[in-house]
């Protein structure tokens, strides 16, 4: 089985059209720095779709924030390491984010974003409700309340990949698009 190399996914992407590529740990400082600069770019180009760019990135950051397995020690900190992604093209932006988890919590992750890619537009809001009223377990903050989010604010599916990357763990890629075009900016 071959082992996922992240810097050949990441020299796939092209350099032309990247709006943000960071790959390293995170934090909420730098979190704030990269909303700043997304919010500049973003109103230049068109501040309603900036708006559903920016919401996006911050649920699937957030995730990475909350939930990724690999830690950068730094004194007393551990902050979690992740890659967050901001490809520009012709008709969309594709947010992709990318963060190590348990190879065991992967078949969940999956299903999770299954369900959410099954449902229209009042099931996403309904399956939000019952998540929000569910119990809560120690691993998850929000269970899955960001995902559903973000597939409401793209009107787009969630799309899923997952390496393997050594015995006990598997990169879970994320990734989102949001069309440039009117029609899509229905809430």
Known sequence: M????FFEYHAQIS???IVLSYKGPLTDVLLAEFIRDIREKMQKEDP???KKVFAIFMELAQNVLYYSKEENLFGENKDKVGTLVIVHNEDHYRLITGNLVFKKDVPILEEKCEIINSLDREGLRE???QLRNAEKSQESKG???????AALTSSNPLEVEVQDVGEHFAFFIL???????AEEMGE
């Open 15 to 17: 350099q032309d059209n």
């Open 48 to 50: 309603k779709i900036g």
């Open 175 to 181: 990734s989102v698009s949001v069309k440039k075009t």
């Open 143 to 149: 269970a899955g309340i960001g995902l559903v989010q």
């Open 127 to 129: 399956y939000k409700r």
């Open 2 to 5: 071959d082992e996922f190399n």
